[in-house]
């Protein structure tokens, strides 16, 4: 009888230790492919190039920034800042909802709503908007 109860408890234990585990990265409307989930303003990031979107922990978009390049000393990493509220994958050129909104192309390129432009590949800095290269 103990055998059968010790078995019983090993195969449960099993099945327990191989059952999916529940995703803990909430998804909010608006989020796009290659999302961070682990993003934290100020904190160091590397893919400030393509799918530079992420959420903090209070469910706030960022976007991953590389510094200046006149920056000294040198930096080799990104940083996290806040962006704009994301509105998902977008054809450029197409309509968006209101200024100072964020998106996402189908290959990861970052873009911003440009008013009667429409949806535009780009990075808004400080110094403005500039298109990738290219």
Excluded at 99 to 126: H, I, K, N, V
Aim: proline share 12%.
């Amino acid at each position: 009888m103990i055998r059968a109860l010790l078995a019983v408890a090993a195969i449960s234990g099993g099945a327990l230790s191989a059952a999916p585990c529940a995703s803990a990265s909430p998804h909010y409307d608006g989020d796009v492919p290659g999302m961070s989930y682990n993003a934290s303003l100020g904190a160091p990031c590397s893919s400030w190039e393509r799918y530079v979107f992420g959420r903090g922990p209070s469910g706030q978009a960022e976007a991953c920034h590389f510094p200046p390049p006149n920056q000294f000393p040198p930096a080799n990493t990104g940083y996290w800042v806040i962006s704009y509220p994301l509105y998902g994958v977008q054809q450029a050129g197409a309509l968006c909802p209101k200024a100072q909104a964020a998106a996402q192309s189908a290959d990861g390129l970052p873009m911003l709503c440009l008013g009667a432009q429409g949806w535009q590949p780009g990075w808004f800095t400080g110094a403005g908007f500039f298109p990738p290269a290219g």
